[in-house]
């Protein structure tokens, strides 16, 4: 069956890195997305892994070991902007997408 | 280029009752997905669109929603009768056939509260 593991809450601090987790299984992988979802808003996407290695877009990072059935998504030069839920969903072959239940990070002054 | 149209955004009703969401996708967007978000939690998959056809809605509770794109463009989502725990954020998602990543793109969606 499919399951998504990513931590509940995380903090950091304005100006720092924060890394965030994400393990799966499935069925049939066909990739790895990451959605930002504010407070009260949609969520808009960030970032597409397909094959093994890191993509880099700016200030955030998203990495994907499919051996390992693990990514993670990585935030340099924290704003208090980046407060909000990072979802990692997995899409299964026939592009069924499968959505984790969020990591919520708090950036503190 | 126009995002993801959804109307209306917010609903309060009482259980029993029927309710109605209305999406319209981006221009072009052969794909179209509605999705249920329970607070605190990430968004569950109610039914996938392929143009006019169903591609997935093995999530969706037949028994009180239903779902129809008829002209393979916008699309409505129903429930009836609503019961307590269908208080949720009622997502709608589109994404182009064929491009190699098929990002969706979400509208703003239509909070339910059910009473």
């Known amino acids: 069956g499919q399951n998504i593991d990513q931590p509940t809450e995380m903090t950091a601090t304005e100006g720092a890195i924060v890394q965030i987790n994400c393990t799966y299984q499935?069925?049939?992988?066909?990739?790895l997305f990451w959605y930002q979802q504010h407070a009260g808003e949609a969520p808009t996407f960030l970032s597409y892994?397909?094959?093994?290695g890191l993509e880099e877009k700016g200030r955030f990072s998203s990495f994907l070991s499919r051996s390992k059935g693990y990514s993670y998504l990585l935030l340099k030069e924290l704003q208090m902007k980046d407060s909000a839920s990072y979802l990692c969903?997995?899409?299964?072959?026939?592009?069924?997408?499968?959505f984790g239940a969020g990591t919520r990070l708090f950036v503190k002054a | 280029e126009a995002g993801v149209a959804q109307s209306p955004r917010y609903k309060i009703i009482e259980k029993r009752q029927s309710v109605a969401f209305w999406c319209n996708p981006i221009s072009g967007h052969a794909t179209l997905y509605w999705y249920q978000q329970i607070l605190g939690q990430g968004p569950k998959l109610l039914i996938q669109f392929q143009n006019n056809g169903v591609v997935d809605d093995s999530q969706l509770p037949k028994d009180r929603f239903s779902a129809e794109r008829l002209k393979g463009v916008d699309s409505t989502l129903k429930i009836q009768p609503a019961k307590l725990e269908d208080s949720a954020v009622y997502l709608c998602?589109?994404?182009?056939?064929?491009?190699?990543?098929?990002?969706?793109?979400f509208g703003p969606g239509t909070r339910l509260t059910v009473l």
């Open positions: 998602a589109s994404s182009f056939w064929g491009e190699s990543t098929d990002t969706q793109y």
């Open positions: 969903a997995v899409r299964e072959r026939g592009f069924k997408t499968i």
């Open positions: 892994n397909v094959l093994d």
């Open positions: 499935t069925s049939g992988f066909n990739g």
